[in-house]
Structures are given as C-alpha cells and as structure tokens.
C-alpha cells in the first residue's frame, strides 16, 4: 500500500460544477497537508496549505482534512475551463520531505 | 528570473550515456529537493538539500544517480549508465526550509532511447 493514494480520474465536469477532489493516507504522522496544482508541462504550484484537522478557505477552493480517517479533500466551487489540471494531494510530518499522490486530472468543459 | 529554473528542458539521450541536469534555485532558500515524476504519477522523492550537504538521500533508486550542490545555490543531479525506465521529468524545488511551500521549477524532460 503506497502512503499516499489518490484517484488518477480523470474527471470530466461542466462549466460551473463543484468539484470534489480526495486522497487517503496510511502515516499517521502527517501533520501537513497541501494541494498542488500542475498544468500540462509545468511544475507544481501550491494552492492550499493546511496544517493538522479542519478546514480553510481561499475563494473558491476548500481544502478539508479528517485526521481520524486519515482522509483529505479539497472542494472547488464554480469550476472554471481554467481549472483544469491535474491537482496532486500531498503532505508530510514537517521534518520529511513531501510525499505526493498519483494527481487527479480535472478537465472543466465549458 | 526569480523562479525556480531548471536546464535542459528537454534531454534525449541514448541507453548508457551519462546525464546531467542542472537546477538554479531561488536565490536566499536554503532547501533544494529533487523529484522524480513519471507520467501519470505524482512526484517521487530523490533527495534533499540543506544548504550544500544531502540531508536526505533515502530516494535515490540506486548508486547511478548522484547530486552535489557544491556551494548552496545551483544543484547537479547527474546519472551514469542511463536505463529506459530512467525516462521521466526530473523536478527541482526549493524553498526557505524543510517545512517552508515548496516552489518548483519547470522540470528537466529526460528521454532516454
């Protein structure tokens, strides 16, 4: 079982649509969670950054992290066609290097 | 320019050559990473930089991939006897410390026929 397991998509939504993006993780010591999002042939950008359980907000992206199953999510509302990537999930203890999961690749259909 | 910027974009290269691939960091982080992403993979750990020493090099695959950062700033990651599974995007990131936002460069595109 790798650490980190993402579901590679893709995922396909219209102009619009909230979009909900999850990983699951086996360590319990991560501690930091973050989204990256990575355009066809770029490096990856952070999005949101959360440390430990709860929620934080930043326009129109939630990033949600349970602790107790181990499970993060990342919400995107009014999905826009310049949304479309692939969104990696990735995290870390904070004295470890980021480990990633596979991406998710979103295409928004306008 | 003031991101992270990686050399050669792209290396296509024959199996058994020798490789390198150069990352020029933001200039003031101290922490330099390098990653491994494979297409239709996230990005796999090699090794990491605090200022010029390895601080962490349990990702490299095996001993034909090496990288230096001889005086703090500009990393080398060099592989010798390249294989067909090498081929993949090598990715450069560096940030203010271990637990500081990752930025990444645009990655090296390694080939290998």
């Known amino acids: 079982q790798k650490e980190v397991e993402q579901d590679p998509g893709p995922l396909s939504v219209p102009e619009g649509a909230i979009v909900s993006l999850n990983c699951t993780y086996s360590?319990?010591?991560?501690?930091?969670f973050m989204w990256y999002r990575q355009y066809s042939r770029k490096g990856p950008e952070l999005l949101m950054y959360t440390y430990s359980s709860g929620n934080k907000e930043d326009g129109r992206f939630t990033a949600q992290v349970d602790k107790s199953s181990k499970y993060i999510s990342l919400f995107i509302r009014d999905s826009q066609p310049s949304d479309s990537a692939t969104y990696l999930c990735a995290m870390n203890s904070g004295n470890t290097p980021l480990v990633f999961g596979k991406g998710t690749r979103l295409s928004v259909i306008a | 320019g003031a991101g992270v910027s990686q050399t050669p974009s792209n290396k296509v290269t024959e199996k058994g050559k020798y490789v390198e691939l150069r990352c020029d960091p933001i200039?003031?982080?101290?922490?330099l990473y390098w990653y491994r992403q494979s297409l239709g993979q996230g990005p796999e750990f090699l090794i990491y930089f605090q200022g010029t020493g390895a601080a962490d090099d349990s990702g490299l695959p095996n001993d034909r991939f090496f990288a230096v950062r001889p005086e703090g700033s500009v990393s080398t990651l060099k592989i010798q006897r390249t294989e067909r599974g090498d081929s993949a995007v090598y990715l450069c990131?560096?940030?203010?410390?271990?637990?500081?936002?990752?930025?990444f460069g645009e990655g090296s595109r390694l080939t290998v026929l």
């Open positions: 990131a560096s940030s203010l410390g271990l637990a500081g936002e990752l930025f």
């Open positions: 360590n319990s010591a991560f501690q930091y």
């Open positions: 200039s003031g982080h101290t922490a």
